[in-house]
Each structure stands twice: as C-alpha cells, then as structure tokens.
C-alpha cells in the first residue's frame, strides 16, 4: 500500500508584505512523490456495472479507487453496495459493479501515490 509523506503549506505566508485586506490562503503540496488524482461519476440506469475511462490514462495499476452511490432521494435510492471489479480494472478504465439493479449516480475517486 503507498503511503504519503506530505504538508501543506501557506504561500502567502512566505511574502513580506503587509496590505490592508488580507489575502485568502494560496495552499502548496510539498512531498516527495508525484501524485496523480481523476475523479469522475458513472451514471447506473437501471444495472449492476458501469464503467469510468479516465481522461489521462495512470502510469501503471498500482492505485487506489474509492466508489461512493449517491442519494438520489427516492426512498432506497442509495442502498447498494458499491465495489470495484479488480479483475477488469486497468490503468485507462475503472469497472465499477453494485450488488443489485441501481438507478442514480456513483462518484468515483482514483489516487496514484509515487
């Protein structure tokens, strides 16, 4: 599992000015490795897989993919369980299945660490 070793940092801390309005914070990744971020929804119309392409395909299978259903507000929309399908996944597309027919939407994060 990768890990991160990393802070955020203020920029604006860094000047030596002194106005009248303060400026709002400009924050700064400092680490050590690269970090590679796509975040995306998969639309679910009535089925149990959907599948995310990403934008900018990652350098290798070595990342981790959070799924999350969102509400719909129907009552029930959202009571599905949403997991990834390892074995389809590639570094261009994420297979996304529910363990029951789904109508709604999934947002879908995929971090690359190093």
């Known amino acids: 599992m990768p ?3 990393a802070r955020m940092i203020d920029r604006n801390r860094f000047s ?3 106005p009248l ?3 709002p914070k400009k924050f700064t990744y400092l680490g050590e490795s690269d970090i ?3 975040v995306g929804s998969v639309y679910f119309d009535n089925a149990d897989t959907g599948t995310l392409t990403f934008e900018v395909p990652l350098e290798d299978n070595n990342f ?3 799924a999350t259903p969102r ?3 129907d009552a029930g929309g959202a009571d599905v369980n949403v997991y990834i399908d390892g074995a ?3 570094s261009e597309k994420v297979v996304i299945k529910t363990s029951a027919l789904f109508t709604g939407y999934v947002d879908v994060f995929a971090v690359r660490i190093g």
């Open 3 to 5: 890990k991160l070793r």
């Open 16 to 18: 030596k000015r002194y």
């Open 21 to 23: 309005i303060r400026a």
């Open 36 to 38: 590679a971020m796509e």
């Open 64 to 66: 981790q993919v959070v």
């Open 71 to 73: 509400d719909s507000g």
């Open 88 to 90: 389809n996944t590639t």
